[in-house]
């Protein structure tokens, strides 16, 4: 390196030129010292690719390195759908997500509204439909079945979709990306979401029914098992899941009267 007096009685040019010369010197020099590293490192990995190929370790290597890969890409596109995911639902999201066990009140499939849509269905809905099929000799307990399986198969499809979504958050936990407590947010988040999806995929059938017969039998109670099915849906996919408290469910004076008072929280899936 130039002192500060090399530089007397230079010309602006001529120091120019001196601190340049100076300046290559030492990028060179450093170009060098990188040169040696990388000849070092290349030497070492030769070396131990030699040593694992005479202990027959180097195909195994070669096989792992190439499954690490493959599984460090699969993960990265996963946590890149579901970031894009997660930004398309983020102003659903903004009214369903919880804090602790809390509830967010202006949710549309907040438990209490849950709830309110139970209270419709048995106060309301069902009270209009039950007359129908008693007029028409329809037997109590076809019907309680019908209702009670809808229930069922609404809450065995979203345990089987809940496990879907398990299964795509095992892989993230085991990465080293989000911490298990985002993870789980982000768990939660997307099944949040694909309860948002089902309340708002509910379509109201226009289709006029036939005022008597067995055919109109058929269609109404068609009609009110979608709404089950439905709801069933919804309440499968709270936190926790609820259902109708069949087992504690003492009828009335009106053995038509099917609903339980209350519905119920169910262990987690």
Not at 58 to 66: D, H, I, L, Q, R
Not at 160 to 173: A, D, G, P, S, Y
Not at 195 to 219: C, I, M, N, W
């Amino acid at each position: 390196m130039s002192q500060p007096g090399d530089n007397y009685g230079l010309t602006d040019e001529e120091r120019f030129k001196k601190n340049l010369e100076v300046t290559r010197s030492a990028v060179r020099q450093k170009d060098e010292e990188w040169k040696s590293i990388k000849d070092s490192l290349a030497e070492m990995e030769a070396f131990y690719k030699v040593k694992l190929r005479g202990e027959g370790l180097a195909e195994m290597e070669t096989f792992y390195k190439e499954k690490l890969e493959e599984e460090r890409s699969a993960r990265k596109e996963i946590e890149e759908d579901f970031l894009s995911f997660k930004n398309r639902v983020a102003p659903d999201l903004a009214l369903s997500r919880r804090a602790g066990n809390t509830e967010n009140m202006n949710s549309p499939v907040s438990e209490s509204k849950l709830k309110k849509m139970y209270d419709k269905l048995k106060l309301h809905q069902w009270p209009k439909i039950k007359d129908h099929l008693k007029s028409e000799g329809a037997k109590l307990e076809k019907a309680r079945a019908y209702i009670q399986n809808q229930f069922k198969e609404a809450a065995d499809k979203m345990e089987r979709k809940k496990q879907q979504i398990n299964e795509v958050f095992r892989l993230t936990e085991s990465s080293s990306g989000p911490t298990p407590q985002k993870v789980e947010e982000l768990r939660q988040s997307v099944i949040q979401s694909l309860q948002l999806a089902v309340y708002h995929s509910r379509t109201d059938d226009k289709t006029p029914v036939p005022q008597h017969g067995d055919h109109y039998l058929q269609k109404i109670m068609e009609k009110f098992e979608l709404e089950c099915y439905w709801l069933g849906c919804l309440m499968a996919l709270n936190n926790p899941p609820l259902q109708p408290d069949w087992e504690n469910h003492i009828p009335g004076m009106d053995e038509w009267d099917i609903f339980p008072k209350e519905i119920r929280a169910v262990s987690a899936f």
